[in-house]
């Protein structure tokens, strides 16, 4: 069984410009979970989706966002972008919504931001 | 401040050393959870601990969950150098979940 895949690996930007982030889940898993991962904050949950709907959000500003599509893929967008956002972007997914359920994790997006 | 403190945030030892990473929160929580990250990879769910008190084993590794469900330990017998990576552990807060800042351990052979 394939694991949950992330595209790009790496990403390099510089300021002010955007960026999406890709994530395949585990076949059958419907919810995507995407989390920021830097050495000063470590893991922090952006937000998490659900057959198509924003179930929980984390506190980060709106220039944050993402969708989940009907096969459950599920996309993040960064906009303007800056220095500070750059990080390892990870996303899990598991089959339900909820605190029952275990997140499998993928490798991550590193983005850097120049 | 961090909702899951976890301490030491790095340990550096021999092979064959025992050693123990601990977990600790003001908050109550219903579970806690471990995982391990090594470099390029996300982090792998090593075991969920859900009852005050409870003790899971795995292998060399065990894992316990306070009595007042707000802080948990894990402690590795024997450490091998496959056991170098970054220790996490998280819990469900408000539905989110919310992981401690680390220990990264290194296992000198």
């Known amino acids: 069984k394939a694991g949950v895949t992330q595209t790009p690996r790496y990403l390099i930007k510089t300021r002010g410009q955007q960026v999406t982030l890709s994530c395949s889940p585990i076949s059958g898993h419907r919810s995507v979970s995407w989390y920021q991962q830097t050495p000063g904050q470590g893991l922090q949950f952006l937000f998490e989706?659900?057959?198509?709907?924003?179930?929980n959000k984390g506190n980060f500003p709106g220039r944050f966002s993402g969708r989940q599509f009907s096969n459950s893929r599920s996309e993040m967008n960064v906009s303007t972008l800056e220095l500070g956002d750059s990080a390892l972007y990870l996303c899990?997914?598991?089959?339900?919504?909820?605190?029952?359920?275990?997140?499998?994790f993928g490798p991550g997006t590193r983005l850097t931001v120049l | 401040t961090q909702l899951l403190e976890q301490s030491p945030q790095f340990l550096s030892i021999q092979e064959g050393e025992n050693l123990t990473v601990y977990c600790n929160s003001s908050s109550v929580f219903s579970s806690l959870q471990w995982y391990r990250q090594e470099p390029g990879e996300g982090p792998v769910l090593l075991v969920t601990?859900?009852?005050?008190?409870e003790v899971k084993k795995l292998k060399r590794l065990t894992f316990q969950f306070g009595d007042a469900r707000k802080d948990s330990s894990l402690h590795i017998t024997a450490a091998q150098p496959g056991d170098t990576g970054l220790y996490l552990c998280a819990g469900f807060y408000g539905n989110k979940l919310v992981f401690g800042a680390g220990t990264i351990l290194r296992v000198k052979s």
């Open positions: 601990v859900v009852t005050g008190g």
């Open positions: 989706y659900f057959s198509e709907t924003q179930r």
């Open positions: 899990a997914s598991s089959w339900t919504s909820g605190s029952s359920d275990t997140q499998y």
